[in-house]
Structure formats: C-alpha cells, structure tokens
C-alpha cells in the first residue's frame, strides 16, 4: 500500500478482539510490509519491474502503511502522517500511474484482511467477519487520503515541468539561449527536432496571461504537429515544427479557429537560432491586421501591411497627409468612401466590378470616387496617386482609424 495516508483523529472503533489482534501483529509490520510487497510485486507488473519504484522503497513504503494500519486498528498509531503523505507525493514525482498506485492499494488491503482472518483465534472469526467493515473503513479512508496527496503532488509537478517549459520556450524566442550547446539541450527537453523547418505564431492576448489560442497546442497535436508555447504580457507565443504535408499555410488555417484576436506567423525558417527574428516577425504581422480582428497574418504574404506596421507614428502621417480630410468626414459618410476605394482597388480599377460587388449603379461608384478625389487632392486615374491612397487606406485599416471613435491622424508632409 505504497503512498497512503491516514487523517489526524481518533482510531475507528473496532471490536476488543480485532484490537488485541491489530496490536499482537504490530511488532512484525516490516516483516509483514515485505510480504505484501511481494504481493504487490506478483499481482503489478509495473512494482515487479523495479524500474520507476525499486523494491527497497516499495518494502519500506509497505512497512509504514502496514504499521500505520494495525497502528490504526489497535489504537495506537505509530507513523507519523508526514511519512505516508511523503510516500504518496513521491509516486507522482516518480511518474507512477495513478491507476497501479491505486491498484496496489488494493492489493495492500486485501493483504491485511487475510493477514487477519489468517491470525485470528478461531473463535474470533464470527468476531472478526462482523467487524469487517470498520477494518475495510481504515484501507478506504487510506486511499482517499492518498488520493488527495497523489493528485496534489501530481498538479505541483506538472505547474513546475510547465515553468521549465516556458523557461526553455523564452530562452529559444527570445535569443537567450544562443550556444549551440544549449540550443541541443532545450530543443532535446521540449521533444523538438532540430533539422526541421519551423515557423513562430505571435497571438495577441484580450487580457495579459489569458490564452489567445486556447487549446492551440492539444488541437496542432491532433495534425501531428509539435508546439511549445508560452504566455508574454499581451501575447501567446509558439514554436511550431512544421512538417510534410503540414505547411505554413495549413497552419494558418488550423489557427484561424481557434483566434480570439489578432494573430501573426513569422516566415519560415530552418534552425533554432533564428527564432528570435522570426518572433519579431510574428508580433510584426500580429500588429498588421486590423484591431480587434481576429485574422491571421503570414509575415511573408503581407510585405507592405507588415512595413506599415513596423512603423506606426510614421503611417499616422501618412494618413493624415493622404486621406485626412475624408477621416474628418461624419463617420456614415467616411465609412462608404472608404470601402468604394477599398473594393475599386481590388477589382483592379474597374467601376462595373466594384459596382457589383457593393451592389450599386457604376455611376454611383465613380461619384463616390470623384469625391474621394476631390478630398484627396489625388487622381486616381494615375498610378502614383493610386498607390498613394492604396497605402494609405491600409495604414487606416491597421491603425484602426476606421472606426467611428478612432482618433483622427493630424496632417502633415509624407
């Protein structure tokens, strides 16, 4: 019965017969705990092995519990509660199943009731049999404790495994683990391979430390994918080892279901040592899609709104060169400029495309943009200009200036 504990308090109140019994066998408690390690040892293949609990500790654990137990049942308890609950605690330091634990409580308790009937006087079976169940009462109570103490030094070892994990994870994104050596050691403690290609996701966080990809790591785990993640301020980091048939752009599409925010994937890269640049490339591609969106922005397919977004005060001015006026317009009228320059650019220049997908007259489109012409100073029908209002439009749309309380950006020379 490796790993149980007994609560403080009075002993259960067993007939006089089971506590001379109790305590004529309590003399021989490590005797008795080796043979029912034995027991353990022939019924768990696991004990048998000796490899994650050597027999010395099994036999020194079945010891103590079996002297705690006729300690219990004789009235006279002889271990001290720190002594199980140490046991227990380290089953789960050693990486023991909670099921074998479980399972050789079992057997340990089996063990003492046939110990019992084994050493009764033969007029104190009737005794005995009627007193069954306030002795099985003290191996259950045994087992809820070290139940409780097994799954709390199980949840304190997986928050410390998970603070060496995060550890590792910074020092590779952050650049602080820079010797080959060391590059060898954290990629072989978090399961990494090494010769593949990587790519570095940078989600933004609705709140610092809540998960902007909850679950990312269990859902990438299911394409058979290897990530390791950790929490910085306002951002969900990962490393994520792409693989064949899982490329960038499945990522994209595995992390678009699960984003609360903006989320940005640096380029692909081969070796560990650049993931420092491929974080900032991430957190530059986070920041280059709209506020409050939830899009998923490659560092590599967006060259001109990951530019913008590296410099922010530079593409405030911009804007206010470019499309001020129509910023200061009321926001109704502001939102349908924007969006007929918006949808006139992607269909190429072409007024009979933009019409259709706005669902208006070709000649409302080409007022709208008179005005926007107007407003601007710009002519769209010349491609520097075109240009001019493109950039500037995506300036708006990363620094959120379409938004009806969005500061507007003041004007000034580009």
Excluded at 40 to 53: F, K, M, N, S
Excluded at 67 to 92: K, N, W, Y
Excluded at 158 to 183: I, K, Y
Aim: glycine share 8%.
């Amino acid at each position: 019965m490796p790993g149980s504990v007994l609560g403080p308090g009075p002993s259960p109140d067993v007939a006089p017969e089971v506590r001379e019994l109790s305590r004529r066998l309590l003399p021989d408690a490590d005797l008795l705990g080796a043979r029912m390690a034995e027991r353990i040892c022939a019924e768990i293949p696991l004990y048998a092995e000796g490899r994650l609990v050597s027999n010395e500790q099994l036999t020194a654990a079945c010891g103590e519990n079996t002297r705690f137990v006729l300690g219990q049942l004789a009235g006279e308890p002889h271990v001290s509660i720190d002594a199980p609950r140490a046991t227990g605690a380290a089953r789960a330091e050693q990486g023991v199943p909670y099921a074998a634990v479980l399972q050789a409580f079992r057997v340990g308790g089996r063990f003492i009731w046939e110990l019992l009937v084994e050493r009764a006087d033969p007029e104190a079976h009737d005794v005995l049999l009627l007193a069954a169940a306030d002795i099985w009462a003290v191996s259950d109570e045994l087992s809820s404790q070290v139940t409780e103490a097994y799954r709390a030094a199980l949840t304190d070892k997986a928050r410390r495994d998970a603070q060496v994990r995060e550890v590792l994870v910074s020092g590779l994104l952050d650049g602080d683990t820079t010797a080959a050596d060391d590059l060898v050691e954290s990629a072989s403690v978090l399961h990494i391979q090494r010769g593949g290609e990587f790519a570095v996701v940078s989600a933004e966080c609705a709140a610092p430390g809540a998960e902007a990809l909850p679950d990312v790591e269990r859902t990438l785990r299911r394409h058979n994918v290897t990530s390791v993640w950790r929490l910085d301020h306002e951002y969900q980091d990962g490393l994520i080892e792409l693989r064949l048939g899982f490329g960038a752009q499945h990522l994209v599409e595995a992390l678009s279901g699960l984003a609360s925010g903006r989320v940005g994937i640096s380029a692909v890269f081969r070796g560990l040592a650049d993931a420092p640049d491929a974080r900032r490339q991430a957190r530059l591609a986070c920041s280059a899609s709209a506020p409050s969106s939830r899009d998923v922005v490659r560092f590599d397919q967006h060259p001109l709104a990951v530019l913008l977004a590296g410099v922010p005060d530079q593409a405030v001015v911009l804007t206010g060169a470019v499309l001020g006026p129509v910023l200061e317009l009321p926001a109704d009228d502001r939102a349908v400029l924007l969006e007929t320059a918006r949808t006139w650019l992607a269909a190429e220049g072409s007024s009979s495309v933009a019409a259709q997908r706005l669902h208006l007259h070709r000649n409302t489109v080409r007022y709208r943009l008179r005005r926007l012409e107007e407003l601007t100073g710009r002519d769209l029908a010349k491609p520097l200009d075109a240009a001019e209002v493109f950039v500037a439009l995506e300036c708006v749309r990363i620094l959120g200036l379409d938004s009806e309380r969005a500061p507007r950006p003041t004007g000034g020379a580009v």
